[in-house]
């Protein structure tokens, strides 16, 4: 087509002479400027119609096309204004392919339009790919099974890869050398390359070792104390994971550190069958003693107590008998403490309750004494795992142990206050 134009336009300068066609050279040449310009002007209207059909098709038609149908994932391709910037190829590659027809006359300005027109159809073209691959993640992202996939960082990748092989292909445009000559060329900037793209290829290896061992998932609660994150997962790529910690704050994560620094994934509890409460009571050791008949006599009305007390106190008699052992001897024979009777109360009332998963551990234990008294460490499961009702439930059972203790004759530690001093600078 381009040589039926110049042909057309050289039919201006031919002249016959004798029954024989005789080219003007000269007034052809004389008006090559002219021609050149009219040229120009011309491929630039026609590429602006051109751009305007292909916009009008793309964009209004293709969307109102999308708009009707009953499928979904088209619906990115709009979002991520995929048809609007591949409006611009049609009008591009026809120019880059004409462009020399406009500059037949001016060689040496051909080349360097050419090479410009190449580069604008690289750009526009890599955008339009990095567009796509955009829409494509968020289609996946969609999908049940992939929703806690670190599919960002997998796109992440594909895009720089993408991104690389379009910036070979502008350098040699631009620089006029063949892409195997920068292909060759990236072998001897290897070193370079690792330093600036260090976290990068970091982050992408982490990432694959993340998706592979399932170690982190969108949505999962982590805690990692070195950068200060305690909350979800909302997004995994290449170079970050970002968490939003429950006090509605941002922490940004190296990918890589979650491979090589430490951190605890509660998906684990999520996915089991309760959460567990894990907390001692400090008792003050000179509170415990033999629990005195009184006392006994007292926790008997205690609905939860009453049968174990009377099986432990046939027990402790059986016992006393066979060694021949008076009730009044203290030292000889086997008697309840208020701390035992303490402990056994406490995990009947666990047991009991109805948030408490009674399938898993429910202990309540003495841990070894410390200079804040006994440590009385209520350990058990609550069906719920839900952050505020955990709590709650994990409140109303401590609350009740504080109430109670002084039923059974003991004594909760704490520290002496202004108030204690007070009171013994009064006295």
């Not at 990748?157 to 006029?176: C, E, H, P, R």
């Not at 072998?187 to 061992?213: E, T, W, Y």
């Not at 209520?378 to 401590?398: L, N, S, V």
């Not at 142990?401 to 520290?415: D, G, K, R, W």
Request: glycine share 4%.
């Amino acid at each position: 087509m381009k040589e039926s134009i110049i042909n057309w336009i050289r039919g201006f300068y031919m002249t016959t002479s004798h029954g024989e066609a005789i080219f003007n050279q000269k007034a052809y040449d004389h008006q090559a400027l002219l021609w050149t310009v009219g040229m120009f002007l011309a491929m630039v209207i026609v590429t602006f119609i051109l751009w305007f059909i292909s916009r009008i098709l793309m964009v209004k038609l293709l969307s109102a096309i999308i708009d009707r149908s009953s499928v979904t994932w088209d619906d990115h391709l709009i979002e991520n204004k995929v048809f609007p910037t591949a409006a611009y190829l049609v009008p591009l590659f026809f120019l880059q392919d004409f462009l020399s027809l406009a500059f037949y006359h001016y060689p040496e300005m051909d080349v360097h339009w050419i090479k410009l027109a190449h580069t604008v159809f690289s750009i526009v073209a890599m955008i339009t790919i990095r567009r796509v691959l955009n829409s494509l993640r968020d289609f996946v992202n969609e999908q049940d099974r992939y929703k806690d996939k670190p599919i960002q960082s997998y796109f992440q990748a594909i895009k720089i890869t993408v991104s690389g092989v379009f910036v070979i292909l502008i350098l040699s445009f631009l620089l006029d050398r063949s892409p195997l000559f920068f292909l060759t060329s990236l072998g001897a900037m290897a070193a370079v390359l690792i330093v600036v793209f260090r976290d990068s290829i970091l982050g992408f290896v982490a990432s694959v070792q993340i998706a592979v061992n399932d170690i982190i998932r969108i949505g999962d609660w982590i805690t990692m104390e070195k950068f200060g994150a305690d909350g979800n997962v909302i997004e995994i790529n290449v170079s970050t994971v970002k968490v939003q910690n429950f006090d509605k704050t941002i922490t940004t994560i190296p990918t890589y550190s979650m491979i090589s620094d430490s951190f605890k994934n509660w998906r684990g509890m999520k996915e089991s069958k309760g959460r567990r409460i894990k907390r001692p009571v400090y008792i003050q050791i000179d509170s415990v003693e033999f629990a005195s008949e009184e006392l006994i006599k007292k926790l008997k009305e205690i609905k939860l107590m009453k049968e174990y007390i009377d099986e432990r106190e046939d027990e402790i008699r059986k016992h006393n008998e066979e060694f021949g052992v008076h009730d009044e001897d203290y030292l000889n024979g086997r008697r309840q403490t208020n701390i035992g009777l303490f402990r056994k109360y406490v995990e009947l009332y666990i047991r009991n309750k109805p948030e408490i998963n009674s399938e898993l551990e429910v202990v309540v234990r003495q841990l070894a004494p410390t200079e804040l008294g006994v440590p009385m460490e209520i350990y058990c499961f609550t069906y719920t795992k839900e952050w505020e009702e955990f709590e709650e439930i994990q409140a109303d059972i401590f609350d009740h142990v504080f109430a109670i203790t002084h039923v059974f004759e003991l004594h909760i530690f704490e520290n002496p206050t202004g108030r204690d001093f007070n009171k013994m600078l009064n006295v």
